[in-house]
Structures are given as structure tokens and as C-alpha cells.
């Protein structure tokens, strides 16, 4: 069946250095794909979105890339700041199929 | 702002009871989902609805099912509750497959 799955569940950076999240997908038929942000206790955020036309689609302090020969995207976001800590999952357009998400910590 | 309102925060039931989780958005979407989030596991499809009457199953159906009579109303149901219930149940909606929207979850305990 679909799947999509995060490559680290941990991941700790400092404060002003980019931070990169990374995603597999199983589905090549996959057209769209979605970037969120949760906070502790609240419900995920979009961040960004790309469709399967596009290699690299670029938001403030965010870049999402996609390669769809090996059906692999990641989240880059630049200049991280302690506000970012947070869970990030990556989704599967249409049915919304979820990765298992990647806890991002923020060191100051 | 758009809004997707999950009608309780934290809800406690007792094994065997029939539970309604209630869902509600603003935002005139057709597609409304519900997820169970559980640690490592991240969020799991349930079900979902692409509209008013129509629903399909997610990748863990079992033991629940949903109602959408309403275009703005989705709703999960636990005909009776188990202890492996127990989890954070979030909503969400989204216009196609794009703008979607969560709700700020419901801690079920079931005991």
C-alpha cells in the first residue's frame, strides 16, 4: 500500500544553522505533496506545498525538493530559529497519508 | 481565519461505550479527514470524506466509523470504545487537495 515514511525521527541543530528534513514516498503515481509543522499540543500547520511538476518550490526560510526518481523530498529551512522546534511531517496529497513525522530541536 | 472546531479538548469513557467525536469547519471544503496520532506512529487516516453522504475508508478503519450528513460536519464514532482507543484524534479539511486545515485535536481516554 502507500506509504511515506521520515528518514531520522530526532533531529538537533543550533540556533542560525539550516536544518534539512527528509521524506520518502512509496506512491510514483503521487502528484502532490505537503509540508506541516506541529507544536507541542496543537494541530499540524501547512508550511509548503509542491506538485510533482516542480523540482524545488522556495517560502520564507523554507524550500521543499523534490525528486521524483527516487521519490524523495526534503525540507530545508534556513537560518533556524528556537520557534521551529517542533514535530514536521511530510503528507501525500489527495488522501493526506502521512509520514511518521521528525522532531526538530533547536539548541540556542 | 478559517477555522476547523473539534468539539472537546479531552474526553474520558469507559470501555465499551458508544463515543462521538464531532467535527466542524467554516471554510466550505469538501474533503474532511480524521486522523488518530499516536507516539512513533505518527498521524494515521482513519477515514475520510470527499463529500456530503460519501466516505472512504483510511488505513485504519477498524472499530470505528463516520457520518457526514452535513457539508460542514464530519463525525467519528467509536461504536464501542476499547482501551486501544486511547489517542489523540485530530480533523482536518481541506478545498481539493490543497488549503487543508486541523483542528487542535481530541485527547480520548478510554479506561
Known amino acids: 500500500g502507500e506509504s511515506v515514511g521520515l528518514h531520522l525521527p530526532t533531529l538537533s541543530v543550533q540556533e542560525g544553522d539550516n536544518s534539512i528534513i527528509n521524506c520518502a514516498y512509496s506512491n510514483s503515481a503521487s502528484d502532490y505533496f505537503i509540508w506541516y509543522k506541529q507544536e507541542s499540543g496543537k494541530g499540524p500547520q501547512f508550511i509548503i506545498d509542491?506538485?510533482?511538476?516542480?523540482d524545488k518550490r522556495q517560502g520564507q526560510r523554507v524550500t521543499v525538493l523534490l525528486n521524483k526518481t527516487v521519490k524523495h523530498l526534503s525540507l530545508q529551512i534556513a537560518a533556524t530559529q528556537p520557534g521551529d522546534s517542533a514535530v514536521y511531517f511530510c503528507?501525500?496529497?489527495?488522501?493526506?497519508?502521512f509520514g511518521q513525522g521528525t522532531e526538530l530541536s533547536v539548541k540556542p | 481565519d478559517v477555522k476547523v472546531t473539534q468539539s472537546s479538548r479531552y474526553l474520558v469513557k469507559r470501555t465499551g461505550e458508544k463515543v462521538f467525536l464531532e467535527c466542524v469547519q467554516d471554510m466550505d471544503h469538501e474533503n474532511m479527514f480524521w486522523y488518530r496520532q499516536d507516539p512513533g506512529l505518527g498521524l494515521r487516516l482513519i477515514y475520510f470524506s470527499y463529500d456530503v453522504k460519501m466516505k472512504e475508508k483510511g488505513d485504519i478503519p477498524e472499530g470505528y466509523s463516520v457520518s457526514r450528513e452535513k457539508k460542514e460536519r464530519f463525525s467519528l464514532i467509536l461504536e464501542s470504545a476499547s482501551t486501544n482507543q486511547t489517542s489523540m484524534y485530530l480533523c482536518?479539511?481541506?478545498?481539493?487537495?490543497?488549503?487543508?486545515?486541523f483542528g487542535s485535536g481530541t485527547r480520548l481516554t478510554v479506561v
Open positions: 503528507a501525500e496529497g489527495g488522501k493526506l497519508i
Open positions: 509542491i506538485r510533482s511538476n516542480m
Open positions: 482536518a479539511s481541506s478545498l481539493m487537495d490543497r488549503f487543508t486545515t
